[in-house]
């Protein structure tokens, strides 16, 4: 598996992943499927499986957060930015002469300006190049064009009004598939003259297709996955201060990655490293779109380094979903083969990915379509090819993993929507067709025919569950009888496997930078800790989950931990937190650290209690002479003493660092159950239930998964439904504002039903797998399945996502049902 | 978007192949006008200030005509930019006299680009065709004068007479365009009127009246 890393040529990615984990000991150790959450520690200690109430609630349900927009500096100017009317035009000239007449406009950053300084383009997470300001052209609509500083908000915004940009348009590339034909080059500034990005093959092919020659059924569909955003509540911002006596950069900003942020800034501006400080403060929501840099950001620190003054640049709604990070756009040319016997057997997709003017997608660099390759999912397929392109075209660069990691919603959306068609050709029912064909409990850690193994899973279990919970015989039963009368009523299944932690060092690392997480404990001499992560929470829950953790392993209450995150001067360095990654990585450096304490506490223990370190155990939060468990001393009278008392021949103190590098990744995975029905009418789908049942392995916090299943099928229900960002012709974005852009709200959503299973992943240390993404992946298939399920006795084989009342009345129409 | 209409308007075909050959005409009766000029044979530049939903800015707009068959039709092209994106348009417009009165009738299609396509799309039909209906209705008033001034030129204290009505109509003696204010409440009327249907819109306002009294009785007692 190649990556070229030379931005002027398409890179041709042909020998297949083989991706190999050094097993740790006792990974391969078969684990038990529970239902029941394991508590060991009391209430007031608070470790894991407790509900406790989140520690970051009551200042952001108080309205006391500290967002990028709340910061407030002495003498701060504000930048606003001029955008593109085109998608795709030469630049002749920019007259900015007006604006700079008005009072209160100190400066007109242009492209040609920041050329100077050679910083005019900047590297992309995928090591391709973007514009941060144009020189020549502009290559999508909204693209940043220049940028105005002024005392105040207001002026900013008057003045970008009077910059006129004399532009000579040139054609779009809206259709990815005509950008494959090379008739109009997006990147004329690449040496070799395509809008083919690369090209990426993973599996078996000669396999594959004999498995496909040899096969008895086959299901074959075109899907789109379409272009969406994360459309999160707060937009994108930044405060860059640049202090010339100091020479130091400090930067607010909104950032999921402070850390990565911050060697990227110092690689492209030239600062040195330690002059630059990245201060991630509380995030109103990420959803992957906070991972990459945009232009505003790199146009805001050139502000302010030029200036002397601290620059503060907040985006407003329609230039956030006009021009930040798409997600998803996959164009997916799927079969799926199955035996005489209906077993599944073969899987093979052409892909083709629209990435907008930059292959600007989050990604680990390994893998340009990201971890598409787990398309086979939950099931046990014998033979997988996948085919994938790129192009270049006049949209805004992407694609971020919006609350998935990295690809997977797509392969998941494909590979549920594929078994639900063969079910339904089969006429067998789809509940059954997944018990028939899933990957069974025995065979884990099982290896996936793209090189991927699965660490642990037990999917009957879950979907067994969700039948059970939603009355899954009765419902059949009642469609049937439904369908007797002419309504429709639909019930649709989606049974997925996620994969999150990214990642292993040897396979995973962004623009080189290796995927491990890290954490750092100190125990103060009271007994309470503060503990600082190289993740950064958005929402997640951070602040609580992490100090359950450090409370299991040490029984220092949760409440008396301080957990910090963000600012790069003081935490420890990691990539940050995306992709469901901070527990499988973050969480177990947490776990790792409190374990190297607690070995640390066992020697101050022996030395307070005048007994052998052999002798001692530990209980919850203490360490105790094995039998006596009178004969204690508790983790605060360890912590006192390591700063009064402590052995002449130990450190004082009582802390530790950890770096995690997980040993393979977590497949999370669950079973989800949708039923619909649809007014035959008007095409409107209503979503009667919806029972989700998540295996996360071991739970650290039953309220905060619950909060996070139901803010992930929310954002699961967004694109089965509702989101689509559209272009007209001329590449103008259509969907530039919420009136147009839709998102569901408290009115759209249904009642989520959750519950789970508890399949722990056999090498993370407490056994977690991460959840965040888990509903956002495995929600859409459910609804879409449900809405074809209705349908299928019309003729129905596919509807694409979103599936909006028009797509569905159409159909009717289509099968002589509406008129 | 596809434009085409037509419109009658109370005056002889000459005088209005008169007017819509006349860049000084043409420039008042844009709503938003902002002035058209000769920049060459049968093309001119204009300026114009356009609101469609919550954009607006200034447009240049370059005009060409074409195919010129005096005094029945011509073909036109538009090309015009601004800070709020850009539109190009074709189209013909050709005349047909009728006694006293002419038939106007246009087509034509007009590409729309940038913010004011991606941000107003859901307004911009019925903006368009209310910008076309006020700018007909203007031309119309426009030519009440010219009629009736024709008619004083031609002689006799009557025609004189008239004159006088026609201008004591358009309350000065010479036409004048309407004010950004009453076009943009034109428009808005316009474009309401074509979104919601009309047996709505009664209710939807007396709806809308209860509404601010109950806030003000909140506020104030």
Redesign the interface.
């Known amino acids: 598996m190649t990556v070229y890393h030379d931005p002027n040529k398409p890179r041709h990615v042909d020998d297949r992943v083989e991706v190999k984990h050094p097993v740790p000991e006792g990974a391969s150790a078969k684990v038990e499927t529970t239902e029941q959450i394991a508590v060991t520690t009391p209430p007031e200690v608070c470790g894991m499986g407790h509900r406790m109430k989140r520690k970051e609630d009551p200042r952001f349900i108080q309205g006391r957060g500290q967002y990028v927009d709340d910061v407030k500096l002495p003498g701060m100017l504000y930048m606003d930015i001029v955008r593109s009317p085109y998608a795709h035009a030469k630049i002749l000239d920019i007259d900015a002469s007006a604006a700079l007449e008005m009072d209160g406009v100190l400066a007109v950053i242009t492209g040609k300006d920041l050329e100077a300084h050679g910083l005019h383009w900047m590297p992309t997470l995928m090591s391709d190049t973007q514009m941060v300001l144009p020189t020549e052209k502009v290559v999508y609509y909204a693209q940043e064009v220049c940028a105005v500083i002024a005392t105040d908000r207001y002026i900013a915004a008057d003045a970008v009004e009077n910059i006129f940009v004399d532009y000579d348009p040139l054609d779009a590339v809206v259709d990815p598939f005509k950008a494959l034909e090379d008739e109009t080059i997006v990147r004329t500034d690449k040496e070799v003259q395509t809008n083919r990005i690369w090209h990426w093959e993973v599996g078996d092919q000669a396999a594959t297709d004999e498995v496909f020659a040899n096969a008895k059924h086959v299901v074959k569909q075109y899907m789109h996955i379409p272009r969406i955003h994360v459309a999160s509540i707060e937009t994108c911002g930044m405060v860059a201060n640049y202090n010339p006596a100091t020479e130091k950069m400090q930067i607010y900003m909104t950032t999921q990655a402070p850390h990565a942020i911050r060697t990227v800034f110092a690689l492209v501006t030239g600062l040195p490293e330690h002059k630059i400080q990245i201060i991630s403060p509380d995030i109103g929501g990420g959803f992957g779109g906070k991972v990459p840099v945009y232009p505003g950001y790199v146009i805001g620190a050139v502000a302010s380094l030029l200036l002397g003054k601290p620059v503060k640049w907040i985006e407003d709604r329609s230039e956030n979903l006009q021009a930040d990070s798409f997600a998803r756009d996959y164009h997916l040319e799927a079969e799926l083969a199955a035996d005489e016997n209906g077993k599944l057997v073969g899987l093979r997709v052409n892909g083709l990915a629209d990435h907008g003017a930059a292959d600007a997608a989050a990604n680990p660099s390994k893998f340009p379509a990201g971890l598409f390759s787990i398309c086979s999912g939950s099931y046990d397929i014998e033979a997988t090819h996948v085919n994938f392109d790129a192009v270049y075209t006049t949209k805004p660069p992407g694609g971020v993993a919006y609350r998935c990691s990295f690809r997977v919603t797509e392969a998941v959306h494909m590979i549920e929507r594929l078994t639900d068609m063969m079910a339904h050709d089969l006429g067998i029912d789809p509940a059954e067709y997944r018990m028939q064909n899933f990957i069974q409990p025995e065979q884990f850690p099982y290896k996936s025919a793209t090189g991927w193994e699965y660490d642990s899973g037990n999917y009957p279990a879950a979907l067994k569950k969700a039948m059970d919970m939603i009355g899954y015989d009765e419902l059949r039963r009642e469609q049937a009888e439904k369908r007797e009368r002419g309504e429709l009523m639909g019930i649709g299944i989606s049974s997925f496997t996620e994969v999150v932690g990214a990642g292993p060092a040897k396979d995973y690392d962004i623009l080189g930078i290796k995927m491990f997480d890290s954490a750092e404990i100190r125990i103060h001499p009271t007994g309470k800790a503060i503990a600082r992560f190289g993740t950064k929470s958005q929402g997640q829950g951070h602040e609580t989950t992490y100090a359950q953790i450090i409370a299991q392993e040490l029984g220092i209450p949760a409440n008396d931990i301080e957990v910090e995150e963000g600012d790069t001067d003081t935490a420890p360095y990691g990539l940050g937190t995306y992709a469901s990654r901070s527990t499988p990585t973050a969480g177990a450096a947490a776990a790792m650290a409190a374990r190297k304490i607690r070995a640390k506490a066992k020697k101050i223990a022996a030395h307070l209690l005048e007994a052998s370190e052999e002798d001692l155990e530990w209980n919850v939060n203490q360490w105790q002479v094995k039998g006596s468990p009178d004969q204690a001393k508790t983790i605060q009278d360890i912590a006192f003493a390591a700063y009064t008392n402590h052995p002449d021949d130990l450190e004082a103190g009582l802390e530790a660092t950890d770096y995690y590098n997980p040993p393979n990744l977590t497949f999370p995975f669950g079973s989800y159950i949708c039923v619909v029905d649809v007014d035959k009418g008007t095409g409107e789908v209503h979503i009667r239930r919806f029972v989700a049942i998540d295996d996360c392995g071991n739970i650290i916090n039953p309220l905060v998964v619950e909060g996070q299943v139901h803010g992930g099928l929310t954002m699961g229900l967004a694109p089965a439904m509702f989101e689509e960002i559209v272009y007209d012709e001329y590449g103008t974005c259509l969907t530039g504002t919420f009136a147009d852009y839709l998102l569901p709200t408290a009115v759209e959503s249904p009642k989520w039903e959750t519950g789970h299973t508890i399949t722990p992943s056999p090498h993370h240390p407490i056994g977690a797998k991460g959840v965040g993404e888990s509903p956002t992946v495995g929600a859409p298939p459910a609804i879409a399945n449900a809405v074809v399920d209705a349908l299928w006795h019309l003729g129905v084989r596919h509807i694409d996502i979103p599936i909006t009342p028009q797509k569905v009345w159409q159909a009717l129409r289509d099968a002589g049902v509406s008129d | 978007m596809k434009l085409q209409g037509e419109y009658t308007f109370d005056a002889p075909q000459h005088l209005v192949w008169e007017a819509v050959q006349d860049p000084d005409v043409l420039g008042s009766v844009l709503p938003g006008g902002e002035g058209v000029t000769q920049t060459g044979e049968n093309e001119y530049e204009s300026k114009l200030k356009i609101k469609v939903g919550p954009v607006q800015?200034k447009f240049t707009g370059n005009i060409k005509l074409s195919n010129i068959s005096p005094p029945n039709s011509y073909d036109i092209e538009v090309d015009g930019?601004g800070?709020?994106?850009?539109v190009k348009a074709n189209g013909s417009l050709s005349l047909t006299g009728q006694s006293d009165a002419t038939l106007l009738t246009y087509q034509g299609e007009a590409?729309v680009?940038?913010?004011i396509?991606?941000?107003g799309?859901?307004l911009l039909d019925a903006s368009a065709k209310s910008i076309i209906k006020q700018s007909l209705e203007a031309l119309n008033a426009y030519l009440q004068v010219q009629v009736a001034k024709e008619k004083a030129a031609a002689g006799g204290e009557a025609a004189a007479e008239e004159v006088a009505e026609a201008v004591a109509e358009t309350k000065t003696p010479e036409y004048v365009p309407p004010t950004q204010t009453e076009l943009a409440v034109n428009v808005a009327k316009d474009v309401a009127g074509e979104l919601i249907p009309a047996q709505y819109r009664l209710p939807l306002i007396i709806g809308g009246i209860i509404l601010v009294l109950v806030i003000f009785y909140f506020i104030f007692f």
């Open positions: 800015g930019k800070a709020p994106g850009f590409k680009g940038g913010r396509a991606s941000v799309q859901r």
